[in-house]
C-alpha cells in the first residue's frame, strides 16, 4: 500500500471511531466494506451522476473519428447505457471497416455498458448521390442517420441520442446546421463536445486510449461525394424539401440493416 493511500485509510479509521464509537475490529470491517465499494467496478462512472440516470439508455453515433468515441465514453461515464451505431462507408473494403471499428468499439466497451451495431450506408448514400446537389449531401446524410438511429432508439426504449459534435469544428456543426441536423427527430441530443476545442477533445481521447485507434486512415461517410465547400447556414424547411424529391426516402430509412456486433 503506497503511502498517501495508507495515509487515507488511517484518517477513515479514525472518523468512523469518531462517529460510531466502535471498537477497533469493528471499526476494520466498516473500513473494509467502504473500501470495496469505492474500488468495486460498479463504482466507475461519476460519483455525482445521479443514481437514476444509470438506467438511461441512449444511441450514439459513432464515426471512425477521434470526436464521437470521446462523447461517447463521457455518456458511459455518467451511467448511460450505450448502444452505438456505425454507419459503415462505401469506400473501403469489408476487412479494413472491421478491423478498425471493431478495435474502436472494444476499446470504447472497457469504459461502461456498451453495445455496438453497424448500418450498411452504401445504398442509401447512392439514391441521395442521385437527388441532392453536392453541397447540400452531408446535412441530409446525417439527417437520415438519426432517422436510421431512431429505429435503434425506439427498439432500445432509449431516451437521448450522444454526438460529437464541437460547435463551429466542421461544416456540419455551425449553430444554422446543428439546427436542421438535429431537426430531423424530436429526441433528445447530448452533445458533451459542444464547447471544447479540438486540442481538449485529443487530450481526452489520449485519456481513454482511443485516440491511436481513431487517427488511423478512415473514410467517414458524411465526407463521401460531398462538394469542397457544403451549405453552412441550411434551413430545416430548405432540407425537408429536399427530402420529398427523393424517390422512396422513408422506405431507405426503413429498409435500413441496422446489424448488432455485440
Known sequence: MTAPRRRTRIQLKKLLLAKYKSDQN????????????????????????PKNIAVMKAVSLLSGGIDSPVATILG?????????IHFSPETLSKKAKEEKMTQLAK?????????????????????????VPSKLRMIIYRRLMF?????????????????GDSLGQVASQTVENI????????????????GKNKQEIIDLAKEFMTYEISIKPYEDCCSFMIASHPELRSTPEQIEKIEKEIPDY????????????F
Open 26 to 49: 469493528d471499526c476494520t470491517k466498516r473500513l473494509t466494506q467502504i473500501i470495496g465499494k469505492l474500488t468495486s467496478p460498479k463504482t466507475k462512472r461519476d460519483i455525482n451522476t
Open 76 to 84: 458511459l461515464k455518467k451511467g448511460i447505457e450505450v448502444h452505438a
Open 107 to 131: 476499446a470504447i466497451q472497457t469504459q461502461g455498458n456498451f453495445h455496438f451495431y453497424i448500418c450498411p450506408f452504401k445504398e442509401i448514400q447512392k439514391s441521395i448521390i442521385a437527388y
Open 147 to 163: 432517422r436510421i438511429g431512431e429505429r435503434l432508439l425506439k427498439e432500445i426504449d432509449g431516451k437521448a441520442f450522444i454526438t
Open 179 to 194: 439546427r436542421t441536423i438535429y431537426s430531423a427527430t424530436k429526441h433528445t441530443k447530448f452533445t458533451p463536445l459542444l
Open 250 to 261: 422513408e422506405e431507405l430509412i426503413k429498409r435500413a440493416e441496422i446489424g448488432r456486433i
